[in-house]
């Protein structure tokens, strides 16, 4: 029941309640019960009018005169989920109410209560009702400021983790924000301890199970929402109710309260702005550049037909039919190259950067659509009438791109009067001969990557898409390579890359997911190392069972429960090789 309503002590504690000298005779333990609605009642079978969290105010003289009848009177009550019972004395019973009603009261944990002095019922229903009344409206203001509030952050844009306090600091509750592999990517823990909220994390999330899209978890005492947006759910954002994490004592019969309707309007609210945020994106370009950056988003979204693409390229004067293709990108190899901070200067970075592949494509001759396409690449799109040319012309845009970079930083110095150390992620030092300021794995170096060369405009996004999973590879890649290709990337590396990409998460999941739950039950058992014990001594099971320090029976025993959880036969090569593929992928998930 909402947390709006009062509850029994709440009432109580009343003056038109206490005016009557109230004395608790049974059933303590519902003092917390919430409190709906007063209904005075003096017939015995006024249950099957009721709907449950009402306190009801009576003075006896309707009641059954024999003890069985008092006792079913009490057990009706408390089937139908009454809050409490309120009995006047003094004109049906004046010293106290009969032991039977309770000893029943007590037995169902229904709470009883004599009213010593007579008290007119009204004052009570309207000092009640009235704070009924002001709680409801205290929820409908609350309401109102969250949809207030997160309609402004998502109005200035604000970034997932201001998104995540202000959840926190409405709800007063730990906020956590996971991804579809249950890998925490923001938290706000309200005041609690951080290392408590998080310690074990994915186990204790597996562990939650709503039964909806948005949902309170009693068991775990989480509401959960699912966040995503055009159909593509990526994470779920979980709020942790009651904010102490405390629960009835097994002892009590009364259930986990819920959260109030407020909470799950803030959750979801929050929800939808993480979403937004995620879409939105921002950059200040020049008109030619925004229709290069929109007929780029195009191919790699599929927003545009291919055709308006084309046509529209053409009329930027960058041919883009009968020609071949192919997908580039470029981004700084390390994430703040120099040493700054803060995103007006990673948009400057890439602003620079995206002005020096412009020129870098003019010196090489070459026919391009380029632009930033994310927060830190620009993409290039290379239209050649050869495709012989291709990687002749790829080593003439990186050998280009370098000399535009080291002319800038040469000009830099020379007006400056002194050596920088970098300017927008230039890297604006002399550079040595042999030693390519594009190239390396110094502070201002650059990564060219590109994807594989097709010949028509409707593969070209999967060149582009190839080209940005290789130049996120090459991050981890310390070697001097003028241009990555896809064949300088191996699995670990394009795993690691994809790592956020929710259909691989979804696949860890689909393959893995019975055995990760089995193993967040059974922590000891350790199932998944060894699955991945077997599969990384080639499903020789002599071998495996060596390397894991276990019996051959033993393993072998674990080998088949292993194959009754997921369901699958380990002595397949498609299968096992599929299992293994997800492990490499999990661990490149739960890998920063």
Known sequence: ??????????????????????????????????????????????????????LVLTTGIGLPGDDAGLRAFIGDLADVGVSGLVVELGRRYVSGVPRVMVAAAERRGLPLVELRRATPFVRITEAVHALIVDAQ????????????????????????????????????????????????????PAGESAELLLDGWEQHSRRIRPAGRTAYDPDSGWLVTVVGARGQDWGRLLLRWPASGDVPSAQSSEPTAGPPTRLTILIERAASTLALGRLIRRDAEGLERQIHRTLLTALLDHSRPVDEVALRAKALGVALDRR???????????????????????????????????????????????????????????????PAAEDRALSAFAGALRRVRHDAGAGRASSGGEAPRSTAGIDTSPVPSGVDGARG????????????????????????????????????????????????????????????????????????????????????????????????????????????????????????????????????????????????????????
């Open 1 to 54: 029941m909402s947390a709006v309503f009062p509850t029994v002590r709440e009432v109580l504690a009343l003056d038109p309640v206490r005016h009557g000298a109230p004395r608790m005779v049974a059933g303590d333990v519902g003092l917390d019960r919430p409190v709906r609605w007063v209904h005075v009642a003096e017939v015995p079978d006024i249950a099957t009018l009721l709907g449950g969290g009402e």
């Open 137 to 188: 409206l205290t929820e409908l203001r609350a309401t109102e400021e969250i949809h207030q509030r997160f309609n402004d952050l998502s109005v200035e844009g604000a970034d997932t983790a201001e998104v995540i306090r202000q959840a926190a600091e409405l709800s007063g509750c730990p906020v956590v924000l996971e991804n579809l592999s249950r890998q925490v990517l923001g938290y706000d």
């Open 441 to 592: 794995a110094g502070p201002g170096a650059v990564i060219v990557a590109a994807g594989s060369g097709v010949s028509t405009l409707r593969e070209a996004r999967r060149s582009l898409v190839e080209a940005r999973q290789i130049a996120e590879a090459a991050t981890r890649d310390r070697r001097d390579l003028a241009v990555f290709r896809l064949p300088h990337v191996g699995l670990a590396g394009l795993l690691h890359l994809l790592r956020d990409e929710p259909r691989l998460q979804t696949f860890v999941e689909r393959e893995l997911g019975a055995l990760l739950e089995y193993d967040a039950r059974h922590p000891r058992e350790r199932l998944l190392d060894t699955l991945r014990t077997y599969l990384e001594q080639g499903r020789n099971k002599s071998a495996a069972a060596a390397a894991a320090h276990l019996s051959r029976p033993a393993f072998y025993e674990r080998l088949a429960r292993i194959a009754r959880i997921l369901d699958v036969d380990l002595d397949s090569v498609e299968a096992s090789l599929s299992l293994h593929v997800a492990l490499l992928a999990l661990q490149a998930v739960r890998t920063p």
């Open 324 to 386: 071949h293709l192919v997908g580039v990108m470029v981004r700084h190899r390390a994430e703040d190259p120099a040493g700054e901070s803060g995103p007006e200067a990673a948009q400057a970075r890439l602003r620079d950067l995206s002005e020096a592949v412009g020129q870098a494509l003019r010196e090489a001759k070459m026919t391009a659509l380029t632009s930033a396409v994310d927060d830190n690449s620009v993409g290039v799109l290379v239209a050649l009438t050869d």
